[in-house]
């Protein structure tokens, strides 16, 4: 999970290999359990659900961004590209000659063209869209030390989640257990 706000710092005595310096980027792969404890000022027996509300409402949900583009921006980038290019060329030589028919045929084939790639990439993006809405990913997280399901959008920096062989890991997570430093399969319990 890319949190927008910063992480808390992990004390004078920590020695944590921050990446990046000042955006306080963390590779947790490279630091112990207890330095990723003590950076996301967690603990083993998960955050409450007050310190979780409070870390949404600072990092934001556990999602990523959407972007939109104007339709009207969409429609005309299909008519930036090199075969366009030659269309169009060829549609002011067309004007240039004096050949009106020529230049309506090939203006129609460019709009017929470009038509076509915007309907049907608006098509695969509604498809896109319907699918990742029935995937939402749930999680198993623990807060206020009990074990809860909840929509994996609501996971913050810090969260302890449960995962299972088979589970969609929803966010990029370190692996805790006894065997947590292996990259052997364990009983996994996340933050």
Known sequence: MAPKGQLAPAGPDAEVDIVGGADNEVDFAKISIPE???LLNATPHGLTEA?????????????????????????????WNPLSWAMEVAAILAIILLDYADFALIVALLLLNATISFVEESNADKAIKALA?????????????????????????????????????PADIK??????????????QVC
Do not use: W
């Not at 807060?143 to 890991?169: C, F, T």
């Not at 692996?175 to 996994?188: F, K, N, Q, S, Y």
């Open 36 to 38: 990723a404890f003590k």
């Open 51 to 79: 310190e979780a509300a409070k870390r949404l409402e600072e990092f934001g949900p556990n999602k990523l961004p959407e972007t939109s583009v104007s339709p009207v921006l969409r429609f005309l980038g299909y008519l």
């Open 133 to 169: 809405g029935a995937l939402a990913p749930k999680c198993k997280v623990l807060r206020d030390k009990q074990v809860r399901g909840m929509d994996a959008v609501e996971i913050v920096p810090g969260d302890i989640l449960l995962v299972r062989l088979g589970d969609i890991v």
């Open 175 to 188: 692996i805790l257990g006894e065997h947590a430093e292996d990259e052997e399969e364990a009983p996994m």
